[in-house]
């Protein structure tokens, strides 16, 4: 299943917290133009600078994007925390 939701969640020096919710799929939608220049110089890249098969970056990409539902990335630094999550 492709990550339909991401939210972000982050608590300031003073204590309060936050969190924000950013569904993906509108995201992509409103950012596509950008990011089919962005794959293709990441394909240019892979073939010109680290000699990679771009079917096989292609295929890469894609089972890291279905692995990432589920994903919860925690991080505490003092005061501040930071958390985000992806369903």
């Known amino acids: 299943m492709i990550p339909q939701l991401l939210t972000v969640g982050y608590r300031r020096t003073n204590g309060n917290r936050r969190r924000l919710h950013i569904p993906l799929l509108p995201v992509a939608v409103l950012l596509s133009p950008l990011l089919l220049l962005a794959v293709v110089a990441g394909l240019i890249a892979c073939r010109r600078a680290f000699r990679l098969s771009p079917v096989s970056a292609l295929r890469a990409a894609w089972h890291l994007l279905w692995a990432l539902p589920g994903t ?12 985000m999550g992806v369903r």
């Open 72 to 83: 919860r990335f925690e991080i505490e630094h003092g005061p501040t925390a930071f958390q």
